[in-house]
Nanobody, 120 residues
C-alpha cells in the first residue's frame, strides 16, 4: 500500500557529497521510523542509520559524522545527506519506512534502491 522511491544517487568523486531522497507515497497516516541501508557488491546489506518520528537519529560507525539523516514529515520524505564520501561508501542505498496506514493498520516498506558510486 505504501511505496518508497529513492533518488539522488550517482557518481561522485572521493570527498564529494550527495543527497539521497526517499519519497513515500500511498495512504499514510504517519511514518514512525525511517532507515537507510546499503549493500555493496559481495557484502551483506548493512544499516546506515535511522530516524524516528521525533527526529532522533542513529548512525553506523562507518558513516558517523559524515552522513546526516533527516525527514520532512509533511512531505513523507526522508533524506540522507552524505559528505566526505569515500570509495568504501559505494553501494546501492535503500530506504525503509514503517508506520501507520490507518490507526489499526501498520506498514513496512522498502524502496528499490539507488546506486551511489564514489570513484576518482
Amino acid at each position: 500500500q505504501v511505496a518508497l522511491v529513492e533518488s539522488g544517487g550517482g557518481l561522485v568523486q572521493p570527498g564529494g557529497s550527495l543527497r539521497l531522497s526517499c519519497a513515500a507515497s500511498g495512504s499514510i497516516l504517519s511514518i514512525n521510523a525511517m532507515g537507510w541501508y546499503r549493500q555493496a557488491p559481495g557484502k551483506q546489506r548493512e544499516l546506515v542509520g535511522t530516524i524516528t518520528s521525533e527526529g532522533n537519529t542513529n548512525y553506523a560507525d562507518s558513516v558517523e559524522a559524515r552522513f546526516t539523516i533527516s525527514r520532512d514529515n509533511a512531505k513523507n520524505t526522508g533524506y540522507l545527506q552524505m559528505n566526505s564520501l569515500k570509495p568504501e561508501d559505494t553501494a546501492v542505498y535503500y530506504c525503509n519506512a514503517r508506520g501507520l496506514v490507518r490507526f489499526w493498520e501498520t506498514f513496512g516498506s522498502w524502496g528499490q534502491g539507488t546506486q551511489v558510486t564514489v570513484s576518482s
